[in-house]
């Protein structure tokens, strides 16, 4: 079965430190990964994407994530955290094994990222 | 720039009432989705379809029912609200058969069920 973890409900920061928001995932066949940001009453927004390549993946707003398949995971990354980043943060996974079913995304239970001044 | 619309970002209903979302997509996308989102349980699937009058249940379809006449359009029915369905609805859509197929998700519908 596809899953995600996100172990950490909750993930404080000061304003210009680095940040990490944990994920990990469960699928059968290669994995296709997702970043997924949501501010207050608003819909999910999309970040970056792991398909294949490059372990380290560079996204918008300055986050980039890094795919580890040894260690299943795929941890959300920022060198310098701002405000502005408090948000919910989501990550997702796709079965990409053929014919898997329509492009269904598995999401985790998001991590409430808060940046301090 | 891709566009999903939610027909009501706010809604109040009676129980037992019978209650439609739209979801419409301007992106020509086979696939559409329907969540639910609560605090603590993360994305929840209700249903999602992949073509004109195609339809599967997902994770919890239980008390919903969908319809999808044109291809842009996507409506999620709650054939008597209780209370239990108050949440904030996602609706989303992507392409069919692309390894880049993100979602795009509208704005969110918060329903409430008094």
């Known amino acids: 079965a596809q899953s995600v973890a996100q172990p950490e409900d909750q993930v404080n920061v000061a304003e210009g430190n680095p940040l990490t928001v944990k994920c990990t995932y469960s699928v059968s066949g290669n994995p296709y990964l997702f970043w997924y940001v949501q501010y207050p009453n608003r819909g999910l927004q999309f970040l970056l994407k792991?398909?294949?390549?490059?372990?380290l993946v560079k996204g918008s707003y300055g986050f980039e994530a890094e795919f580890n398949k040894s260690q299943t995971s795929f941890h959300l990354k920022k060198p310098s955290a701002l405000v502005s980043d408090s948000a919910l943060y989501f990550c997702a996974v796709r079965d990409g094994r053929r014919g898997s079913t329509l492009g269904r995304l598995y999401f985790g239970r998001g991590t409430q990222l808060t940046v301090w001044p | 720039d891709v566009k999903v619309t939610q027909s009501s970002r706010y809604l109040v209903k009676r129980t037992g009432e019978k209650v439609f979302l739209e979801c419409v997509q301007d992106?020509?996308?086979?696939?559409m989705f329907w969540y639910r989102q609560d605090p603590g349980l993360g994305l929840r699937l209700i249903y999602f379809s992949y073509d004109v009058k195609m339809k599967e249940k997902g994770d919890i379809p239980e008390g919903y029912s969908v319809s999808r006449e044109k291809k842009e359009r996507f409506s999620l029915i709650l054939e008597s609200a209780s209370t239990n369905q108050t949440s904030m609805y996602l609706c989303?859509?992507?392409?069919?058969?692309?390894?880049?197929?993100?979602?795009?998700f509208g704005p969110g519908t918060r329903l409430t069920v008094l």
């Open positions: 989303a859509s992507s392409l069919r058969d692309s390894s880049y197929n993100e979602q795009f």
């Open positions: 792991y398909i294949t390549g490059d372990n």
């Open positions: 992106m020509d996308h086979e696939n």
